[in-house]
C-alpha cells in the first residue's frame, strides 16, 4: 500500500499530522511534513509505501503487484 505525495500535499494540516510523525516519533508540524514531502518529489519519488516497502517496491508505481500465495508466505 503507498500514498501519492501530489495528492497528500493538498490535505489540510490536521489531517497531515494524523498520519506522519517525527523522526524521533513525536509529533511533526504540517510544515515540516510538507517540506519532507517537497523534497521526496525532488529526489523523484512520486508515491510512499506505508511502512516498510515490499520486495520491487518502486518510487514511481508503488507495489509491483504479488501472487497472493507468495505474498502470504
Not at 4 to 28: C, H, Q, S
Not at 62 to 67: I, N, S, V
Request: hydrophobic share 35%; proline share 4%.
Amino acid at each position: 500500500m503507498c500514498i501519492d505525495i501530489r495528492g497528500v500535499l493538498n490535505w489540510k494540516d490536521k489531517d497531515l499530522k494524523k498520519l506522519f510523525k517525527a523522526d524521533d516519533g513525536g509529533k511533526a508540524t504540517a510544515q515540516e511534513i510538507r517540506n519532507y514531502l517537497y523534497d521526496q518529489l525532488a529526489d523523484g519519488w512520486e508515491v510512499l509505501p506505508f511502512g516498510e516497502p515490499c520486495e520491487g517496491f518502486d518510487k514511481k508505481t508503488g507495489c509491483p503487484g504479488h501472487d497472493a500465495h507468495s505474498a502470504c508466505a
